[in-house]
């Protein structure tokens, strides 16, 4: 089991249009951020979690945390300052060799057979990886008049999707990296394979979908409903 999750959950959520962010809208009488983590304490029940979270967050409620190990931590501007947070705290608490998973808060549909696969899949490798799921649809890129200009080869393209699962040293030296050279790294495999590693792709369930737009959320209860059955 990997000893420590990080769940970046600090994001204003404004492409959704809502009266509060969006990891606390309802799933069935449940906020989405309560959810997400009731997965992650199923799968892993024995981690440590650092809930990264806005310092002017009103909405959260310490009983939405089923983990009996846990700490709050205050999340950043971008996504990746929130993740860091929880890096920065683990200098004093992890080794290097440890596992660390890290999970947005917007994807309530993770399975626990899928963070069971993705850890089961990355115990021996040196680095880690992701759960992704390959891509289905048919890629076009534009030209400057949004008109077709190519069709993209989809073979070996992939969706990368969290939870990342990365060892602590090698997540700490992504940070470091991406901070000193000014990457913006948009997940957490973009910064380790700057580092010249090779993140490997572990197919996950392509209903594992981030909760992003207003309509997502009805889509979203729907798939929790169905996996309940
Ligand atoms: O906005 P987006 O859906 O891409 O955010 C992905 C994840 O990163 C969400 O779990 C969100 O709460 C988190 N986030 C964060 N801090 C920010 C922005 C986003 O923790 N400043």
Sequence with gaps: APQWLIVPAAGRGTRMRAACPKQYLLLDDRAVLACTLARLHEAFPEATLLLCLDAEDQWF?????????????????????????????????????????????????????????????????????????????????????????????????WRAMTPQGFRYGVLREAFEQAASEHFLMTDEASGVEQLGHAPLLVTGRSDNLKITHPEDLALVAQILRAQQD
């Design 61 to 157: 409620h310490e009983s939405m945390v089923p983990f009996a190990r846990w700490q709050r931590l205050d999340g950043g501007d971008e996504r990746v300052d929130s993740v860091r947070a929880g890096i920065d705290w683990l200098a004093a608490h992890a080794h290097s060799d440890d596992w660390v998973l890290i999970h947005d808060v917007a994807r309530p549909c993770v399975t626990v057979a899928d963070l069971h696969h993705l850890l089961e899949t990355i115990r021996h490798d040196p680095v880690g990886g992701l759960l992704a799921a390959p891509v289905t649809d048919t890629l076009k890129r534009q030209d400057t008049h949004q008109r077709v200009e190519a069709t993209v080869a989809r073979q070996g393209l």
